[in-house]
């Protein structure tokens, strides 16, 4: 059964930087559009970034100049590297594909990395 699997989340002071992962057992995502959407505590989820198969990115205006979204598809992954963090990134972030043409994985999510910045 194929399963999103998140990584990379921790916790850091305002200003530092992380990077997550994204990663699915037994399936090849390389011809799928990915994203990466929060959830903030007490919050609905939100769109942060995606990357088409072609290699397209687009933010969301509130990480836009201080996060990078990046593919390798050799090593079947997919990236998130946040700079500048501020306390409002706090949250926990998921990965799925925007593709309808990959099925096992389209509108799916993994378990989630938590992102904790701090003053």
């Known amino acids: 059964q194929v399963q999103l699997v998140e990584s990379g989340g921790g916790s850091v002071q305002a200003g530092g930087s992380l990077k997550l992962s994204c990663a699915a057992s037994h399936y090849i995502f390389g011809g799928c559009g990915m994203a990466w959407h929060r959830q903030p505590p007490g919050k609905e989820r939100e769109f942060v970034s995606s990357?088409?198969?072609?290699?397209?990115?687009n933010y969301a205006d509130s990480v836009k100049g201080r996060f990078t979204i990046s593919r390798d598809n050799a090593e079947n992954m997919v990236h998130l590297e946040m700079n500048s963090l501020k306390p409002e990134d706090t949250a926990w972030y998921y990965c799925?594909?925007?593709?309808?043409?990959?099925?096992?994985?389209?509108?799916?999510w993994g378990p989630g990395t938590r992102v904790t910045v701090f003053s």
């Open positions: 990357i088409s198969s072609d290699g397209i990115t």
């Open positions: 799925t594909s925007t593709s309808r043409w990959c099925p096992d994985i389209f509108g799916k």
